[in-house]
């Protein structure tokens, strides 16, 4: 077959690595992919949001599964454009994507499907978002609706926090923002296999969404990731599939907006069990880099019967993966780009690519999260360690890491 991955992130660098160890796979392309994917794949210069050339192309090249990264590229519609041109792609529809690009969306199917969530309401005017806010109090939650890249959430510690929210929120116009109770408890990330009502789930993974050591600082897209997660057992597993994952996927498709692709599930253990922070269409990032290299099973061969509507056995090795994620100083607030990275080649582990450019030879920063340092041991203690000596390994002036990842489960 030949396979191409749309993206250019560290999720996508997984994709591809996991592509790459399927038996049916001779080919795969990656548009516009990066220097890492370069190394398993043919990179195509073609934007992630340029859907009708990349659909041109995947028909040129007579593509036989598209697998899609990125959030954008689905809100845009890509899984439409390539289905109306008869090609074959591995996504959730635009209409069905809203589970992900609409918080409101989302809120509006769990609430009427009994779905655990936080309760909310959803303001479009900054007067009456302020009142509610201050007739909650705090601690509250104030998100931006539509995508946000994990950076439009406020998890408002005191009401001044959460009323400079809504400032920022509305500062631009035609905002809408979904204020929530605060949830308290045990986060976990849930992504499973998706094709209408069946629903297959992968291992369990703890992702670090604030900035700075201790859950110090603003929210990210993500600065470290582990899996498998301990405090998850399979008890806590079924409640989450049979409670949320399985009847998320119904409810889509008896709405009329079924889904296919990696349905993703931000969820918190709480003492009243669990429940829904939010969904997502895609495979998580960084999530991807630690689950997918555990995955036995050919994940290209499992893509394509659940597109069958077939099950498969999933297999996974019994090993810990921890990823800890290198970014830009200044990230999340800003970036920087063109800083050379040396000594790549020194690490044992997988390193992915999430945000790197090749300039004049050299690898550099290209964005806020540049890099995922990975290793797999058999505990996490051990996988600690060996991923951080790995990221002590690598040279660059420009970059910043959390020195915690995975500490709150030792
Ligand atoms: P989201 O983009 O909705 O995943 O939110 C980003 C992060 O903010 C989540 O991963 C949580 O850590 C935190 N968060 C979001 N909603 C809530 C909530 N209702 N209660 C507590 N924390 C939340
Ligand atoms: N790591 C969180 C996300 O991919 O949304």
């Given at each position: 077959m030949k396979v191409l991955v749309i993206g250019k992130g560290g999720r996508e660098h997984a994709i591809v690595h996991a592509v790459s160890r399927s038996k049916l796979v001779s080919k795969i392309y990656a548009a516009p992919g990066n220097p890492g994917i370069a190394a398993l794949a043919e990179c195509v210069p073609i934007a992630d949001n340029k859907v009708d050339e990349l659909a041109a192309f995947a028909k040129e090249h007579a593509i036989d599964l598209t697998i899609v990264g990125p959030e954008a590229s689905l809100a845009l519609g890509i899984v439409d454009v390539f289905q109306k041109a008869g090609l074959k792609i591995f996504g959730p529809t635009k209409d069905a994507a809203q589970i992900e690009s609409s918080k409101d969306f989302a809120k509006q199917i769990m609430v009427k499907y009994g779905i655990p969530t936080a309760a909310y309401q959803t303001f479009d005017r900054y007067e009456e978002a302020l009142a509610y806010v201050e007739a909650q109090g705090a601690p509250i939650v104030i998100k931006e609706d539509?995508?946000?890249?994990?950076?439009?959430v406020c998890v408002a510690a005191t009401i001044e926090e959460a009323i400079q929210a809504l400032q920022a929120a509305f500062s631009t116009p035609d905002n809408r923002v979904v204020i929530e109770e605060c949830l308290v408890g045990f986060e976990f990330s849930l992504i499973c296999f998706v094709c209408g009502d069946l629903v297959m789930p992968m291992q369990i993974a703890q992702d670090h969404k604030c900035a700075y050591d201790g859950d110090k600082g603003p929210n990210t897209g993500g600065m470290g990731v582990y899996s498998p997660v301990r405090k998850i057992t399979d008890e806590i597993i079924e409640e989450a599939m049979s409670k949320i994952m399985e009847p998320m996927a119904k409810a889509m498709a008896t709405e009329g907006h079924s889904f296919t692709g990696f349905l993703y599930g931000g969820l918190m253990l709480t003492k009243e069990g669990v429940k829904t922070i939010e969904f997502n269409a895609r495979l998580g990032d960084p999530e991807a880099e630690v689950i997918l290299p555990r995955l036995q099973s050919d994940f290209v061969e499992v893509i394509e019967k659940i597109m069958n509507h077939q099950k498969s056995e999933l297999v996974w090795d019994d090993e810990v993966t921890l990823g800890v994620v290198m970014a830009s100083d200044g990230y999340p607030a800003s970036s920087t780009k063109g800083a050379v990275i040396n000594r790549?080649?020194?690490?044992?582990g997988l390193v992915f690519h999430m945000g790197t450019a090749l300039q004049d030879g050299n690898i550099v920063t290209d964005g806020g999260r540049v890099l995922l340092v990975s290793a797999k041991a058999k505990t996490l203690e051990e996988a600690y360690e060996k991923a951080y000596q790995d990221v002590a390994k690598i040279q660059c002036d420009a970059l910043f890491y959390r020195h915690d990842i995975g500490k709150k489960d030792m």
């Open positions: 539509g995508l946000k890249a994990g950076k439009g790549l080649d020194q690490c044992d």
